[in-house]
């Protein structure tokens, strides 16, 4: 069972695009959203997370809207540049306790220069 | 970076071989996890840990196994390797205060 799901799987964007990464999730209990970005032949990093007490929260270009009640939340990276090229992985967990987290299956973003 | 060792970073290894995966960190941090990075399927978490001595299993830990006696070694172990074993291995380390993790540069695991 995928309790999150992630989309698209890859992505193309031009340069000082606007890149989307979408994610939906199944159970409520879930209280803490992270994003992952990871570059080839490293170890994921954390970019950006979110409550779901708030609708957005943005850090510089990145950007996740978050929607409770459809249970959706999503990546927005702005201007998007060549050096964000990248797979990100959404993740949803509980919060609290041993913290774990379920991701998403992750997203290969392309931006062409 | 976190203060994360994973070794070895890249091994080659015959079907039906053990094999042990170490994570090594320097935070003292509480939590450790292991992961499994495969196309299309993400991050799968294999087994983790929360104190020396107390491990707990993931949604993928058939055919694994772990050990933790150390607060800041975490060892993951194939005790007879597989094909579909083959993958990228990633540990993971939390501090209990914060709900981020920090992730090793992964080791690359080739079963044939």
């Known amino acids: 069972q995928q309790q999150v799901k992630q989309s698209p799987q890859s992505l193309i964007v031009q340069k000082g695009g606007i890149s989307i990464i979408n994610c939906a999730y199944e159970?409520?209990?879930?209280?803490?959203f992270p994003w992952y970005q990871q570059f080839p032949g490293k170890g994921p990093a954390l970019l950006i997370a979110i409550r779901p007490d708030v609708s957005e929260k943005k850090e510089g270009r990145f950007t996740i809207s978050f929607n409770k009640s459809a249970k959706q939340f999503s990546l927005h990276i702005m201007d998007s540049q060549p050096g964000d090229s990248a797979t990100y992985f959404c993740a949803a967990s509980i919060m609290g306790g041993s913290y774990i987290p379920t991701f998403g299956r992750g997203t290969s973003l392309i931006v062409h220069p | 970076d976190a203060g994360i060792t994973q070794s070895p970073r890249h091994k080659v290894t015959e079907t039906g071989t053990p094999v042990t995966l170490r994570c090594h960190q320097t935070e003292n941090h509480r939590y450790m996890y292991w992961y499994r990075q495969d196309p299309g399927h993400g991050l799968r978490l294999i087994h983790y840990s929360y104190g020396v001595k107390d491990t707990d299993k993931g949604e993928v830990s058939d055919g694994y196994s772990v050990s933790r006696s150390k607060t800041e070694d975490f060892l993951l172990t194939l005790e007879s390797a597989t094909s579909s074993q083959t993958s990228v291995y990633f540990c993971a380390i939390r501090g209990g205060e914060s709900y981020e993790q920090y992730f090793g540069p992964g080791t690359r695991l080739t079963v044939t």
């Open positions: 159970n409520t209990a879930f209280d803490y």
